[in-house]
């Protein structure tokens, strides 16, 4: 089965080519990420107008690149929310309109379906459940457990602020540019991950929730403390010790406070044979150093590329794949594109 993916809940655009739920044929991304690089975060009516122009532009280059043409492609797969409703609206009108054309079917994907499908595309070889899966992104921060592609139970969620919003938030602080992750993680490379403390967020309570509120505050206060004496905006931009071991210190306890969260999750669920990490946030390399020794002798699976750990449509159309499977081949040409979903519509369609 060969299925078009397409995604845009955020700032990309982008589309896919994805046979039998694995193998990914092409994978086209236009970003409007630059535009935002200076504005601290996506200005949601700029992006939806650069999606409209280059939506149909990166359909044809995946289907070139896939060596497709409409004809051969099996099922249109649509992100449908949550995300920017102007965003999410350019991709599922462009998805529906291209059904009716072509006839085929069409299916809608929970964008939190399709990162816990990143994990499964082209790996040497095939996930096996039940799985952890620990996604993290910005809009997101999530532990499922998972017993097949149509079960999964949410055992922890974040209070407050997703663990890439506080990537974001902390970058902006240390005047670094957006994307914060990135831009934190490559200013923390050469710092000390210890020279900050910054608290253990939930300390002392038994739960699998996160929270990433507190730090932030923790990262304003250290800040506040110290910019008396120091200009931030003009210390960035010279890569000083203090910035790069301030981004090391809140990189180590964003990735330590998602490392606690699954040996918990793993204590408590001793049959899950792989932890799967996707979301923008699995990109990080401190976490997956870190990891490891959080999961004991597991399998651990990141997505096989770094390209399916940020939003893309190859997971669109594999999750797409997957549900399909589910509803016995039976697509749904009638789905609510909805800028925020509820956690349990997650596996449905
Ligand atoms: O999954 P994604 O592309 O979009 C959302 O659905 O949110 O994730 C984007 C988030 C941003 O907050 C970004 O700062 C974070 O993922 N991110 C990273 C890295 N690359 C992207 N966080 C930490 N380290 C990275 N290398
Ligand atoms: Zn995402």
Redesign the pocket.
């Known amino acids: 089965m060969n299925v078009l993916g397409i995604e845009t ?2 700032d ?1 655009t982008s589309a896919a080519i994805v046979t039998g739920g694995t193998r990914v044929r092409s994978c086209v991304i236009a970003s409007s990420r630059e535009t935002f690089s200076r504005s601290g975060g996506v200005i949601p009516e700029q992006a939806a107008r650069e999606q409209i122009r280059s939506m149909q532009p990166v359909i044809d280059q995946a289907l070139e690149q896939g060596g497709m043409t409409g004809h051969d492609v099996d099922l249109i797969a649509v992100t449908r929310g949550p ?1 920017l409703l102007g965003s999410l609206l350019v991709g599922s009108v462009t998805a529906r309109t291209l059904a009716a054309l072509w006839k085929k079917p069409l299916i809608g994907v929970h ?1 939190t379906l399709g ?1 816990l499908s990143s994990t499964w595309l082209d790996q040497p070889d095939q996930p096996q459940f039940p799985l952890l899966t620990l996604s ?5 921060t999530e532990l499922w457990l998972r017993r097949s592609h149509g079960d999964g139970k949410l055992l922890g969620q974040t209070r407050d602020d ?4 506080a ?2 938030k902390g ?1 902006t602080m240390l005047c670094l540019p ?8 490559q200013t923390g490379e050469t710092g000390d991950p210890f020279a900050f403390p910054f608290p253990h967020p939930l300390a002392g309570e038994d739960t699998l929730d996160f929270s990433y509120s507190g730090l932030k505050t923790a990262l304003k206060y250290t800040l506040r403390d110290l910019s008396p004496r120091i200009d931030f905006s003009m210390l960035s931009a010279t890569s000083s010790k203090l910035v790069s071991d301030l981004a090391a210190s809140f ?1 180590q306890a ?1 990735c330590a406070h998602l490392c606690s969260r699954v040996t918990r999750a793993l204590e408590r669920h001793a049959e899950v044979k792989e932890v799967h990490v ?10 997956r150093a870190m990891l490891p020794q959080a999961c004991g002798n597991r399998t651990i699976r990141f997505p096989s590329r ?1 390209l399916y ?4 449509a190859a997971m669109i159309a594999a999750a797409g794949t997957f549900l399909l499977q589910e509803q016995q081949g039976k697509a749904v040409h009638v789905f609510e594109t909805a800028a925020s979903l509820p956690q349990e519509t997650v596996f449905s369609c």
Do not use: K
């Open positions: 809940s955020c990309e995300g964008h990162h993290a992104s910005g809009g997101h997703a663990a890439g919003e990537f974001d970058a957006y994307p914060g992750g990135p831009s934190i993680s990189e964003i996707a979301g923008g946030v699995s990109a990080n390399r401190r976490l770094l750990c940020t939003d893309n």
